[in-house]
Each structure stands twice: as C-alpha cells, then as structure tokens.
C-alpha cells in the first residue's frame, strides 16, 4: 500500500523548473545520489522515498535537499522521466526540477563529481552530506548499478575518484550515508574518512524500503546539528519504522572516519600475526585448520546458497573475537579500535554486532584471483592484504580439515554414481519421518543463510523467468512454518529488499548432484513450471518418497563439501 501512497503524492505534486536558490548560506545541503535501478523500475521504492522526503516537512531555510535521479528503465510516477538525469531541489512541499545532466551512466565516477560539485556550488552551506541511494555490494562489489548503462556500478575507488574530483578533500563532507547494503566496510570508511567526518552505512543487507526520510523533518528544530547526532536519527528511524521484532535483516552504523584508520592498523597487526600462526605450524596444516574453523563460524554478511555465497563480508569484532584465544593482546587491540570509531550501532542480530565489517574470503573463494586483485588495488595495510592471500592458497589446497557442519539430506537416486539432493535439514539422523520442504509440489533444499533475534532465513536456488535468483524464506515465531519472502537476483550486486514471485511467473529449482565415485558436486535445474494465479506461489511439508534415501551433507573447515549416504528411510 506505501507504494501507491507515495506514487499519488507525486502525480499531485506540481514539479517546475526553477532556478537554483541562492539565497543565503544553510545550515545543510545534503545530496542524494538516487540511483533508482530496478529498485525503482520494478517496485517504485525510489518514488516512496520521495513521497518520504515531501512528507518530512523539512523548512527549505533548515537545508537544501537535492536529488540526482536516474539509473532506471522507469519512473514509478509521472513526473521524473526515465530519458534523462534530472538534478531536482526539494523545497517546502515542493520538488523544483533545476537541471538536466543529459543521459548520463550513474555507474560513472563523473557523474557523481559532477553532482556534487554542482549542489555545493549552487547551495552553499555550513554543512553538507551526501546519500548514496541503490543496491550495494561491500568492498569487492562497490554500490549501486545503473540499468540504462548495463547495470554499470561504483566501486570503491570509482567513488574516491569522484570525491577527489569534486573537491571533498578540501571541504569534507559532513556525513556520507549508504542507503544500501553491506557498504559499512573498514575499506570503504578508510577511502571516505579523506573526505568526510561521519559514514552512516549497514553492516547487512538492508530491506527495499532502506532508510525513513522522514528523519528531515528534525532539521527543523535543530537545523545545525552535527553529522553524529544526525546520523543517530537516522539510524533510530530507520530501526524503528520496521521495529525490533522485525524479521526483516536490520543494521546500521555511525561511524567517526577520524578514527577508523586505527582499525585498519590493529587488524593488520593482529593477521600478521596469524600468518605467522600458519606458517610456524604448517605441519599437517594445523596453523591454517585452526584459522579456517575460526573463519568459518565468523558472522559473514550477505551471505546466499553456495551457488553465490560470494560476499565474503564479516563483522570485524566477531573476527576479533573468535581469533582472541590465539592473539588475545592484538584482538583486544581490535575490539578497543572499534570501540574508539564505532558512535553509534544498532542491528537485530542473534549475536552482537560491532558496527563495521571487512572483506576476508571464504565462501566466495572460486572467484578468488579477481576478488583479491580488487582488494590489492585498495590500498589497505600490506599485513592485512597479505594475510588474505596466505588464507586464499590455504582454502584452494582442499586440506583435510575438520567436519564442522553436519546436516541431513534427501538423496534422490539418478544413477549407480550420481546423487540428487532434494532436501536438507540442520539436523542428526535416526527419524525416517521427517518432513520435507516443497513449493508448490517441487522439492526445494533450504541453505540457511542468516539468523536474525527474530527470524532464520534460508535460500533456495532458482531461476524465475530467466533470472538467477535465491528464493529466501524466513522462520519465526509467527511463522514457524515458514513464509517464501520473496526473491533475491544473484546476477548483479547484492540487491536491497526482494523481488516477489507473482502468477505466471516461470520458475525452476536447482538441485546439486554428486558423483560419489570422486566426490564432485555439479547443479542440476529442475523442470520450469508457471506459478497458477489460483495456487499463488506456496510452502509446504511433505513426508519423503519411498525410492529417496537419507545421507549427511559435511562441510568441513575449508568449505569444501562432501555427501555421505548412510540409510533408506
């Protein structure tokens, strides 16, 4: 229903060309880079966000707010045309258009640098700050994509080029926000703190409907606040809309940049110890075993079914925290270093959340060699980056590591060789009757991928209508059966919110199968079918097939993975 409140507010808002207001330096200009994607093209989740701004009844002599739009095949209202950038001002109920920039890639650093120095030009003031509005992907994958431009994004240093450019070393930004996923890195805070006070960003991914722009409206009362009391609005705003219980993914951070170079430095000091852990015990690879256990229970964020289990994105303090047994002197150093930089932090997590997340690859180790060269290219401390690589040629040796992992799982018997899994359960084996997921009539198998205070979410490979996608379903107390969210593109950067699965939509599973003469896993997709208006798309537990036999998937600390059968049902 937001939607359509939002998309009704704009038709029946007058949008005029206006000059820009140079009437006196403001408190605030604060810029938001709206990158619109498929987040606006297909659920007008940029349009609510404008509905959000108008309705926040910021007083234009509190602060400029001024809007780049683009980035998308349509606007989900009649008034900002998908043809163009448009560079808008936000004025007392008002959205004034003020400038077109032509049709320009939102996945250019001169685009971004050439909004920003434009807004700062044209709207003085005592303060400013910048939102980054779209889809993000943490330290590897960058922000945002522009689907004009074949889904062209920001990386990291694309964004510090544009700051560079545009002046920001000179007059620092206030705050730099996110609202976006994953983008509360330690590498992303390093290259801002050149050019910004404050980074307000999430450790998570966040929902589509991301931050609650109402938050304006204090700027009334208190228009020359500062970007940490600002950011600690935004950051209670945006809990709050989705509220606590959620089962929604929440996080996100205030972080002080004048302070976050030190956590670079002490987690260098403390992996370089680690490297020397590996190769002082690389007998029977127990240096490199005791690290690999440790990475693989660290809380990683953005995590998916192991086809894009890539993200690679981990809460620096539970780092910390899971190697202080090892290093207890530098993982204290770490942990007082977040402490020091970390403002304000608030998450729905099972487990405490330090506030700021770095890149150490695990899961996404098959795309190693391009992942570790765009981290190499960052710049960060040579003892960290080295570290990574160590830990990288440790994971591609398929050491025998211990089994950390062992879940139950539904076989189907394809051939003398090859095994299906149709089914997997977080459980141990001696039950015949247990109950097995299907949507729709297919079999699914759940990968669990988080786990919130409130809910457990798990994804299931799929293609819907041509498109690589998790299917996510969340667990709950009120939903203890478990509800399908929605899906997630796997195709792009890691994607804000989920796409819904409507009728007529044609969707398939994926399935792995192994070979278990060598132990080799491939992926198998299922028959297309079309989701039924009348049926909807729905969750349901049935026994087991007579002809399907039981077995244990093991995962050891490596993430390497191997199927064992053990009995028939």
């Known amino acids: 229903m937001r939607r359509y409140i939002a998309i009704f507010a704009l038709i029946f808002i007058t949008f005029v060309a206006a000059a820009p207001n140079m009437q006196g330096i403001k408190p605030y200009t604060i810029m938001i880079y709206m990158n619109g994607s498929d987040l606006e093209s297909d659920f007008g989740l940029a349009t609510d966000d404008l509905a959000e701004i108008i309705d926040s009844g910021l007083k234009s002599q509190n602060a400029n707010i001024i809007i780049l739009t683009g980035g998308t095949r349509r606007w989900m209202n009649d008034a900002i045309p998908e043809t163009e950038c448009i560079i808008w001002e936000f004025s007392d109920g008002w959205l004034n258009e003020i400038k077109s920039m032509g049709k320009v890639n939102m996945g250019n650093p001169a685009t971004l640098r050439d909004f920003i120095k434009f807004s700062m030009k044209k709207y003085p003031a005592h303060k400013y700050g910048l939102i980054m509005w779209d889809h993000g992907g943490g330290s590897i994958a960058g922000f945002g994509h522009d689907e ?19 002046g920001l070393r000179n007059q620092k930004l206030e705050f730099l926000g996110f609202d976006a996923c994953l983008m509360a890195t ?11 006070h404050v980074m307000i960003a999430a450790e998570d991914l966040e929902p589509g409907e991301g931050w609650d722009y109402t938050f304006l409206s204090v700027l009334n009362d208190t228009p020359e606040m500062d970007g940490f009391e600002l950011g600690k609005i935004i950051v209670d705003t945006f809990v709050d809309f989705f509220g606590e219980d959620s089962d929604e993914i929440l996080t996100l951070s205030v972080i002080d940049l004048a302070k976050v170079k030190p956590v670079m430095e002490t987690m260098g000091t403390l992996m370089a110890r680690a490297s020397t852990e590996v190769q002082a015990l690389s007998l029977m690879n127990r240096g490199f075993n005791k690290l690999a256990e440790r990475r693989a229970i660290t809380k990683t964020f953005g995590e ?10 981990v809460d620096i303090g539970d780092m910390a925290i899971m190697l202080h047994d090892l290093f207890p002197q530098e993982a204290e150093a770490v942990l007082q270093a977040l402490e020091n930089c970390v403002v304000y932090n608030r998450h729905n997590s099972y487990i405490d959340l330090w506030g700021l997340s770095t890149f150490y690859i695990y899961g996404g180790k098959s795309q190693g060699v391009y992942s570790l060269g765009t981290y190499d290219a960052l710049g960060m401390d040579n003892a960290y980056t080295e570290y990574l690589h160590i830990f990288f040629t440790g994971l591609q040796r398929r050491n025998q590591s211990p089994i950390i992992h062992k879940e139950v799982a539904l076989l189907q018997h394809v051939s003398a060789n090859v095994r299906r899994m149709v089914g997997l359960l977080q459980t141990d084996i001696p039950a015949s009757n247990y109950l097995w997921p299907k949507i729709n009539g297919h079999p699914v198998v759940l990968f669990p991928i988080v786990t919130t205070a409130n809910a457990r979410k798990y994804a299931i490979p799929a293609r819907i209508n041509n498109r690589e996608v998790d299917i996510i379903v969340s667990f709950s107390c009120r939903h203890p059966q478990g509800r399908i969210v929605g899906s997630r593109n796997i195709e792009s950067v890691f994607q804000k919110g989920h796409d819904p699965v409507l009728a007529g939509d044609k969707v398939a599973f994926y399935y792995p199968e192994w070979d278990m003469k060598d132990n080799t896993e491939t992926w198998h997709r299922g028959e297309t079918f079309v989701v039924q208006r009348q049926d909807g798309f729905y969750l349901s537990w049935e026994p087991a097939q007579p002809q399907n036999e039981l077995g244990y998937r093991l995962t050891d600390a490596c993430g390497s993975v191997v199927l064992h059968e053990v009995a028939r049902p």
């Open 148 to 166: 004009k431009f074949n889904d062209d994004s920001l990386s990291l240093l694309d964004m510090k080029q544009a700051f560079e450019e545009a």
């Open 186 to 196: 330690v590498e992303m805070a390093i290259i801002a703190s050149d050019y910004a």
């Open 304 to 313: 998916g079914s192991p086809r894009d289990n890539y993200a690679d994105m």
